[in-house]
């Protein structure tokens, strides 16, 4: 049996979550209809963020890492989805080349490789990982804490033009890129023919913007709002873009700081207004975030546009850089959700995974000394996962909408909208 969720759920009900559950049957016919006409990313995850009055996605992640924060219990539904990924993509596979990130040294992030290798093998794909890290040049055992071990092997041009990548005695269908090549796009990885990349190179954050995903899922949200007659802000944050700062500068003029500050005095402006007209008390605030990256690097959250004037130092210095040393000089303007979950006291947000176009679990962010209206994503966090009685595709209109399944279904409708805007994304970007 699966355990209940031993989470504290807090907040009053969603007159949203009740709309949800009252049109399962029109959603899942909606839902259907997209994934007709538009192709599903190979897997992805969303953090989402409940405020009581809103329910909204706030990033979407399209090299997941976490698979192995996932509950157990829910690795037959993530190898079902994955076989449907694989046959999408290519379903005469039989040998799969695995990318990871550089992080030999982070025991979760092997840990999740481990799981990820585990659901693809069950797919019936031969998986073997393949490494950008030019110290790897020989097959290398890396031991796991859990006992278990992975074999990191250098990547090899293939054919009489170099224009396969495979490992030696691999030559395999398909390569997939765990790694969101945040540095940009390796030469071990250009050029190729006659493979199929996935996710595509595209979606790499050294050509991916949140604010064209996001552009993208202010489109789902307006068709799903018109679906449910509902107010499409109740599911999409809003958001403004300045494209003109560089944090490096000592003069705040240079640094673009007037664009900065514009931006987010503009985006407070329309969330002001739309708390006047549901009738919040609460004081609204946007996050302001690097363009492109992860790893909830450059990140800050900000409740009135004098806090991004004459910036200090040390702020510059936090907002400046993103993942690998990359320069930030692009910069979305947010809106804050705040969350009214918990886990034991901590401050929680959930995170919801996907592989094709099925929701496969997920599990709480939790930080313990974060507020309500800060990134999660930072030193100190852990994760809990989330635990299901049915699953999260099946509510039950019996109970009440903060039950557990219906509360989690709910989550994976946003978290597929998300996915859907996902599509939009990569087909705009190829």
Same mark, same amino acid.
């Given at each position: 049996?699966?355990?209940?969720?031993?989470?504290?759920?807090?907040?009053?009900?969603?007159?949203?979550?009740?709309?949800?559950?009252?049109?399962?049957?029109?959603?899942?016919?909606?839902?259907?209809?997209?994934?007709?006409?538009?192709?599903?990313?190979?897997?992805?995850?969303?953090?989402?963020?409940?405020?009581?009055?809103?329910?909204?996605?706030?990033?979407?992640?399209?090299?997941?890492?976490?698979?192995?924060?996932?509950?157990?219990?829910? *690795? #037959?539904?993530?190898? $079902?989805?994955?076989?449907?990924?694989?046959? =999408?993509?290519? +379903? /005469?596979?039989?040998? %799969?080349? !695995?990318?990871?990130?550089?992080?030999?040294?982070?025991?979760?992030?092997?840990?999740?490789?481990?799981?990820?290798?585990?659901?693809?093998?069950?797919?019936?794909?031969?998986?073997?990982?393949?490494?950008?890290?030019?110290?790897?040049?020989?097959?290398?055992?890396?031991? *796991? #804490?859990?006992?278990? $071990?992975?074999?990191?092997?250098?990547?090899? =041009?293939?054919? +009489? /033009?170099?224009?396969? %990548?495979? !490992?030696?005695?691999?030559?395999?269908?398909?390569?997939?890129?765990?790694?969101?090549?945040?540095?940009?796009?390796?030469?071990?990885?250009?050029?190729?023919?006659?493979?199929?990349?996935?996710?595509?190179?595209?979606?790499?954050?050294?050509?991916?913007?949140?604010?064209?995903?996001?552009?993208?899922? $202010?489109?789902?949200?307006?068709?799903?709002?018109?679906?449910?007659?509902?107010?499409?802000? %109740?599911?999409?944050?809003?958001?403004?873009?300045?494209?003109?700062?560089?944090?490096?500068?000592?003069?705040?003029?240079?640094?673009?700081?007037?664009?900065?500050?514009?931006?987010?005095?503009?985006?407070?402006?329309?969330?002001?207004?739309?708390?006047?007209?549901?009738?919040?008390?609460?004081?609204?605030?946007?996050?302001?975030?690097?363009?492109?990256?992860?790893?909830?690097?450059?990140?800050?959250?900000?409740?009135?546009?004098?806090?991004?004037?004459?910036?200090?130092?040390?702020?510059?210095?936090?907002?400046?850089?993103?993942?690998?040393?990359?320069?930030?000089?692009?910069?979305?303007?947010?809106?804050?959700?705040?969350?009214?979950?918990?886990?034991?006291?901590?401050?929680?947000?959930?995170?919801?995974?996907?592989?094709?176009?099925?929701?496969?679990?997920?599990?709480?962010?939790?930080?313990?000394?974060?507020?309500?209206?800060?990134?999660?994503?930072?030193?100190?966090?852990?994760?809990?996962?989330?635990?299901?009685?049915?699953?999260?595709?099946?509510?039950?209109?019996?109970?009440?909408?903060?039950?557990?399944?219906?509360?989690?279904?709910?989550?994976?409708?946003?978290?597929?909208?998300?996915?859907?805007?996902?599509?939009?994304?990569?087909?705009?970007?190829?």
């Amino acid at each position: 049996m699966v355990p209940r969720l031993a989470t504290a759920l807090t907040g009053p009900l969603l007159d949203l979550e009740r709309r949800i559950l009252a049109a399962e049957t029109a959603i899942e016919h909606w839902l259907r209809g997209w994934w007709q006409a538009h192709t599903p990313p190979f897997y992805a995850s969303v953090d989402l963020r409940n405020a009581g009055f809103k329910l909204a996605p706030v990033d979407t992640n399209l090299f997941p890492g976490g698979f192995n924060n996932l509950n157990p219990v829910f *690795l #037959p539904l993530c190898v $079902q989805a994955a076989m449907t990924a694989v046959d =999408r993509v290519c +379903p /005469e596979a039989k040998n %799969l080349l !695995l990318i990871p990130e550089n992080h030999t040294r982070n025991q979760h992030y092997l840990l999740n490789l481990a799981r990820l290798a585990a659901i693809l093998r069950h797919t019936g794909l031969n998986v073997r990982l393949g490494s950008l890290l030019p110290e790897i040049i020989a097959p290398t055992i890396l031991d *796991l #804490p859990d006992g278990q $071990q992975l074999t990191l092997e250098p990547l090899r =041009r293939l054919g +009489p /033009e170099g224009r396969r %990548l495979g !490992l030696d005695d691999f030559d395999p269908c398909a390569v997939l890129l765990n790694n969101d090549l945040s540095a940009g796009v390796p030469p071990l990885l250009q050029g190729l023919e006659g493979q199929y990349i996935i996710p595509p190179l595209s979606a790499g954050w050294h050509a991916r913007r949140k604010s064209h995903h996001f552009a993208a899922y $202010q489109e789902v949200a307006k068709e799903f709002g018109d679906l449910l007659d509902i107010d499409p802000w %109740l599911i999409n944050p809003e958001f403004e873009v300045c494209g003109k700062i560089n944090f490096q500068e000592q003069s705040a003029e240079l640094r673009g700081e007037d664009c900065l500050a514009t931006s987010v005095d503009t985006l407070l402006y329309r969330i002001r207004a739309k708390y006047k007209e549901y009738g919040i008390d609460s004081p609204p605030f946007v996050i302001v975030k690097a363009d492109a990256g992860t790893y909830g690097m450059g990140i800050m959250t900000v409740r009135d546009a004098s806090e991004v004037k004459d910036l200090s130092r040390r702020q510059r210095n936090k907002m400046a850089v993103g993942k690998g040393g990359s320069q930030v000089h692009e910069v979305m303007i947010q809106e804050g959700v705040p969350t009214v979950e918990t886990v034991n006291e901590g401050t929680a947000e959930p995170v919801v995974y996907m592989i094709d176009r099925y929701v496969v679990g997920g599990f709480y962010r939790v930080h313990g000394e974060r507020g309500v209206d800060e990134n999660l994503n930072a030193p100190g966090m852990h994760f809990e996962p989330l635990a299901f009685e049915t699953g999260c595709t099946l509510p039950d209109s019996c109970l009440g909408p903060d039950a557990p399944p219906n509360r989690f279904y709910a989550y994976g409708v946003v978290a597929r909208l998300a996915l859907l805007a996902a599509c939009l994304e990569l087909e705009r970007n190829p």
